[in-house]
């Protein structure tokens, strides 16, 4: 959990190609101030306005998300987003060339060696989160993500692709230190014949064996190197649940157990919780005094205790 919200020290510039146009991409990231949140900046257009990276601007959630519109809109942002939800960073302004952020090698770990050079500052701000208030549940065909109340944040993810990746499941508890060892290094992947299909459809033309875990229709990992875990695949899912549910710009302390879910479901679900009463509760930290410990009393106990009952 971080407490305080946090920007980066100073202005970084990165390049690196876009998984579904090949393109090389340009971005620039700008520390931002306190309760300025994330926004991007399309700057090959001229006249764009920047897009705030929030659950009601996403747009598209087809293989990937996407906020804004049009001309100023930015696509397959989850992992980027993830880094910064990882390293705590709530407030940055990026200036991009192009629709979508830098592939890397399909995972957040090149985003967050880049943003741990480039230097994180703590601002002097405490940084709310939500807490889970109440038990939801949504289910998407034979999706599903249902959430209840805990202390901590608990992704529980289960995949299963008969014939492709059997049945995997993990369960994780977010510290900053298990995510950049346990679940950021974990690669996005997809079967060889649906990269055919993408690639006939004018996608994922920047894909390939250096920026994702690629298996063959009889579950065959075409990749030289291999997984980097036995299960890099269901990591890689929590990878992408946690970096969408970055857009509720507020952590979310509480357990998820997911099933199958992807980008879709997963920014219904999220609108859907922030958007019902009742289910969720910001909740502002409080210091204490001459600590930089940070208390995580509840402002409303009664609520607690309703639900302790
Ligand atoms: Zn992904």
Known sequence: MHYHQKTIKQKVQISGKGLHTNRQIDMTLCPGSINSGIWFLRTDKPGNKPVKVTSQNVSDTILATTVGQGPESVSTIEHFMSALGCLGINNLFIEINGPETPVFDGSSLPWIELLRNAGLRTLNSLRPYYAVRRP????????????????????????????????????????????????????????LSDVEKMQAAGKALGGGLDNAVVVSGNGIILNREGLRFPDECVRHKILDFYGDMTLAEAPILGRFTVVKSGHSLNHKFLATILNTPGLLELVTPTRVPGETYVSLVSPSPALNAAWAN
Request: aromatic letters at 14%.
């Open 136 to 191: 939801f549940e949504m289910t998407l065909g034979d999706k599903m993500i249902a959430m209840v109340p805990d202390h901590e944040l608990v992704i529980d993810f289960t995949i299963d692709f008969p014939g492709f990746i059997q049945n995997q499941r993990k369960s994780f508890t977010f510290t900053e230190n298990g995510f950049v060892s346990d679940i950021s290094p974990a690669r996005t992947f997809c079967l």
